[in-house]
Nanobody, 121 residues
Framework: QVQLVESGGDSVQAGGSLRLSCAAS????????MGWFRQAPGKEREAVAT???????SYADSVKGRFTISIDIAKNTLYLQMNSLKPEDSAIYYC???????????????WGQGTQVTVSS
């Protein structure tokens, strides 16, 4: 049973940093794709950063140079280090996982419940 639980969301001032964590279960032996997505009110869910089994990473243009996705396989935990946060980064952030070929969009099979990130100007 695949389960993803996010944590680390908080309210911070612009320019601050946060590290989100995603504890995963049921994907220990096969974890082809994992990623972070976000959704702000009135907007569609968008991919923020993804990582595959080869530890190849991909980032949305809006977060390149500021966010870093990483995974600790031993701890079965996915991370998103967010630096230089901007008000437009405010959203609910979701952890997701997918088996097989990594989707190019938001069509991941398994999702966490989300964690709120609020950045004040």
């Amino acid at each position: 049973q695949v389960q993803l639980v996010e944590s680390g969301g908080d309210s911070v001032q612009a320019g601050g940093s946060l590290r989100l964590s995603c504890a995963a279960s049921g994907v220990t032996y096969r974890r082809d794709c994992m990623g972070w997505f976000r959704q702000a009110p009135g907007k569609e869910r968008e991919a923020v950063a993804t990582i595959d089994r080869s530890i190849y990473t991909s980032y949305a243009d809006s977060v390149k140079g500021r966010f870093t996705i990483s995974i600790d396989i031993a701890k079965n935990t996915l991370y998103l280090q967010m630096n230089s946060l901007k008000p437009e980064d405010s959203a609910i952030y979701y952890c997701a996982a997918h088996f097989g070929i990594c989707p190019t969009g938001t069509s991941y099979r398994y999702w966490g419940q989300g964690t709120q990130v609020t950045v004040s100007s």
